[in-house]
């Protein structure tokens, strides 16, 4: 099994999880599309399932193009408001690609539907946490909720120390870091209350500003369609 981050540019990660000659995308991003299908082409991997990690407000999915193309399952969890889904998910639910278990972690804070993806030494966590010093994803867009992603850290528990971090943002060339590392570098899990919690978010958000493709990128994911007009490119 091989787990890789393909995202030609951009700080929007897309893996890529190869078993033989068979794969699974997660995040893919649908300015990409045609990269994606180069890699695969070049590599001789057949496409079998793509998944979303939650509804993104950043950028529009490859997910619902990618599923119809190849007439492969587009997996979210069981509750998002997302169309174009054609397996959902729950706490209950493995299922096997490309001869990998995958299981699923209801994450909510970010979004109602983040979920969290578990595969052997993997897990793969969207927005709802990052690597190091960028600790998580913000929680005052569509369907946040500052209150759940602090109790929603307590899913992490179920994980050991060794698995790595496949987060859905990072800088260019980021080395994955395992959750131990993170229990001791992100500044996230080592505050102590959520009146912390609330500071360091209203701190981030001050930081970031404004989602620049936030009223193109949520239409087009939550109604499966690409717009005719995409301003970014």
Same mark, same amino acid.
């Given at each position: 099994?091989?787990?890789?981050?393909?995202?030609?540019?951009?700080?929007?990660?897309?893996?890529?999880?190869?078993?033989?000659?068979?794969?699974?995308?997660? %995040?893919?991003?649908w300015?990409? =599309?045609?990269?994606?299908?180069?890699?695969?082409?070049?590599r001789?991997?057949?496409?079998?399932?793509?998944?979303?990690?939650? /509804?993104?407000?950043?950028? =529009?999915?490859?997910c619902?193009?990618?599923?119809?193309?190849?007439?492969?399952?587009y997996?979210?969890?069981? %509750? /998002?408001?997302?169309?174009?889904?054609?397996?959902?998910?729950?706490?209950?639910?493995?299922?096997?690609?490309?001869? =990998?278990?995958?299981?699923?972690?209801?994450?909510?804070?970010?979004?109602?539907?983040?979920?969290?993806?578990?595969?052997?030494?993997?897990?793969? /966590?969207?927005?709802?946490?990052?690597?190091?010093e960028?600790?998580?994803?913000?929680?005052?867009?569509?369907?946040?909720?500052?209150?759940?992603?602090?109790?929603?850290?307590?899913?992490?528990?179920?994980?050991? %120390?060794?698995?790595?971090?496949?987060?859905?943002?990072?800088?260019?060339?980021?080395?994955?870091?395992?959750l131990?590392?993170?229990?001791?570098?992100?500044?996230?899990?080592?505050?102590?209350?959520?009146?912390?919690?609330?500071?360091?978010?209203?701190?981030?958000v001050?930081?970031?500003?404004?989602v620049?493709?936030?009223?193109?990128?949520?239409?087009?994911? =939550?109604?499966?369609?690409?717009?005719? %007009?995409?301003?970014?490119?």
């Open positions: 099994m091989q787990v890789e981050d393909i995202r030609p540019s951009g700080w929007a990660c897309t893996y890529l999880v190869s078993n033989g000659n068979n794969a699974v995308l997660i %995040d893919p991003v300015d990409y =599309i045609d990269h994606y299908h180069s890699l695969l082409e070049q001789e991997l057949n496409l079998v399932a793509c998944m979303a990690t939650h /509804t993104h407000a950043d950028h =529009i999915t490859a619902f193009s990618l599923s119809s193309l190849h007439n492969i399952p997996v979210m969890w069981k %509750d /998002t408001a997302s169309l174009g889904i054609s397996q959902y998910v729950g706490e209950s639910t493995e299922l096997t690609y490309a001869g =990998i278990e995958f299981s699923f972690h209801h994450a909510p804070g970010h979004t109602q539907d983040s979920m969290i993806i578990e595969i052997d030494g993997h897990v793969f /966590t969207g927005d709802f946490l990052f690597n190091g960028a600790g998580v994803g913000r929680d005052d867009l569509p369907s946040g909720r500052l209150e759940q992603h602090w109790s929603s850290l307590e899913i992490l528990n179920r994980f050991s %120390d060794d698995v790595l971090i496949c987060s859905g943002h990072e800088p260019p060339n980021t080395k994955l870091r395992s131990g590392w993170n229990r001791k570098n992100n500044p996230i899990l080592r505050l102590k209350s959520i009146e912390e919690f609330v500071e360091w978010q209203n701190q981030s001050n930081k970031l500003g404004s620049s493709k936030i009223k193109v990128a949520l239409p087009a994911n =939550i109604f499966a369609e690409i717009p005719d %007009d995409i301003p970014w490119l």
